[in-house]
Structure formats: structure tokens, C-alpha cells
């Protein structure tokens, strides 16, 4: 029973991860001094005030969770790719939610050797329900060869900013990349010997 529960912690912390943010840390105080004055001073209002604070906060998890769920994205890169070249590809977001909106999410690479890097990463201040966006990114891939896990995340910190949450999504489409075609140095030596 232990390992199963440990299985399920571990596929649970992998795909989401939360990052406290520094409006997060002061709320929390405030929720502790709050509380602290409460119970010190038996006040009612208080304790009203320390539930309602800590409701906004419990609110906040649920909406960020909701924003992120049913989240599809798409990556689609040029046939012909050489390495260390920066190429312009499309990244397709789209919300499968029929009713809810995302709002404030914000799509970035992984930084792993064996995937793909961004440039920059792509911010969407919305994504209605039902709906695919798309952006153009500068993408460059490291070396030549294979790239069959492309790794991306998505994050938001709507709508309070308390915590950061990241999903991380894996592309299983493969994308062959040729050797680098940069100059190397002592080419222009070679060239000029012939």
C-alpha cells in the first residue's frame, strides 16, 4: 500500500508543480498574524476574517488548477531543421474546456539536453473556451539527430498570484534535425588553399 501511494505522489508532483510566490508569503503572514490576534484576543470578527482569508486562498489553488486543466498544445517545426540554427515554428494552444476560459498562461521550454529551446517563452492573457491560438516562436535545437520528447510547461499565477503552478506537457512527435551547416573555424583556411 505504501508503494502504490508512493507512485501516485510521485506522478502527482511530477506533473504539477507549485512555486510560492512572494505575494503568496506575505498573504500567509497576514493569515497568521490574523489568526494569531484571534486567538489572543477572542474576537469573532477576527476569526470571520482569518476564515474568509483563508477561503480566498483555497479559492485561488482551485481557479489556477482549473485554468491549466484541459490544455492541448501542438508544436509544429519546418521539414528540413539543421542544428544550432534558430528556425521559426508554431505553437498551437488549445482549450478543450467547454465552458471555462483560461486565463494568464504562459507556455515555455524545458531546459533539457535532449529537447529543444525556446527563445522566448509565449504569454496568452486568454484562451476562450473551445478555442486554439497559435503564435510563431524561434525555436533552436542543440545537436542533430532525433528529438522524440519535446518537453514544454505550462504555468499561471492567476488569479491572485499566491502560487505559481506549472503543468508540464511531452510531445511524443519525432523531428529529425540535420548536422550543423555554421561556418567552422579554419574553414575560410581551407577554401582558400584549394
Known amino acids: 500500500m505504501r508503494k502504490l501511494w508512493e507512485q501516485i505522489r510521485h506522478l502527482l508532483t511530477r506533473r504539477i508543480r507549485y512555486k510560492i510566490t512572494r505575494g503568496g508569503v506575505l498573504f500567509t503572514a497576514a493569515i497568521m498574524a490574523v489568526g494569531a490576534a484571534a486567538v489572543f484576543s477572542g474576537n469573532n ?14 479559492v485561488s489553488g482551485f481557479i489556477s488548477r482549473l485554468c491549466l486543466a484541459a490544455l492541448e498544445l501542438d508544436f509544429l517545426v519546418p521539414e528540413h ?29 524545458i531546459r533539457e539536453p535532449a529537447s529543444p529551446t525556446l527563445k522566448s517563452g509565449v504569454y496568452f492573457p486568454l484562451i476562450a473556451a473551445g478555442v486554439t491560438v497559435e503564435e510563431t516562436v524561434e525555436v533552436r535545437f542543440p545537436k542533430r539527430g532525433p528529438y522524440r ?46
Open 45 to 58: 470578527l477576527l476569526f470571520l476574517i482569518v476564515a474568509a482569508m483563508m477561503a480566498t486562498l483555497l
Open 81 to 109: 531543421v539543421a542544428a544550432s540554427r534558430t528556425v521559426p515554428a508554431r505553437l498551437y494552444v488549445r482549450n478543450q474546456k467547454w465552458l471555462m476560459p483560461s486565463f494568464s498562461i504562459r507556455v515555455e521550454g
Open 149 to 194: 520528447r519535446n518537453s514544454f510547461a505550462f504555468s499561471t499565477s492567476f488569479p491572485f498570484g499566491f502560487l505559481e503552478k506549472s503543468a508540464r506537457v511531452t510531445l511524443l512527435r519525432e523531428t529529425v534535425v540535420y548536422p550543423s551547416i555554421n561556418p567552422q573555424p579554419g574553414f575560410e583556411e581551407l577554401l582558400a588553399g584549394s
